[in-house]
């Protein structure tokens, strides 16, 4: 059984950084690429960024590039999300997700770690 568990969130002020951790147990890790995405009260799953199963390619949606860095340490079975400049709009509830490489959907989810960001 494939479990994903998001954890490193809390409160920050507007410029600090903070870095989410994401661990994939059930499965051989490279089996996954994995991605990152963040929810608002009231609108839809958005997407951040992802990696692939090597952690050679990365993107990132616009709002977020140069700013944040998702990296992957596959002896330890976890990726990463730094962030960095953060900024009262990236409050949000980020979730970790794997999906296996090739596949276009994302299967297994992490239960969300709220991310806010004070002014």
């Known amino acids: 059984q494939v479990k994903v568990v998001d954890s490193g969130g809390g409160l920050v002020r507007s410029g600090d950084a903070l870095r989410l951790s994401c661990v994939v147990t059930?499965?051989?890790?490279?089996?996954?690429?994995m991605g990152w995405f963040r929810q608002t009260p009231g609108k839809e799953r958005m997407f951040v960024g992802d990696?692939?199963?090597?952690?050679?390619?990365?993107t990132y949606t616009d709002s977020v590039k140069g700013r944040f860095t998702i990296s992957r340490d596959n002896a330890k079975d976890t990726v990463y999300l730094q962030m960095d400049h953060l900024q009262t709009e990236d409050t949000a509830v980020y979730y970790c997700a794997a999906k296996y490489s090739g596949a276009i959907d994302y299967d297994y989810w992490g239960q969300g770690v709220q991310v806010t960001v004070s002014s």
């Open positions: 059930g499965r051989t890790f490279r089996d996954f690429a």
């Open positions: 990696i692939n199963w090597r952690g050679s390619v990365t």
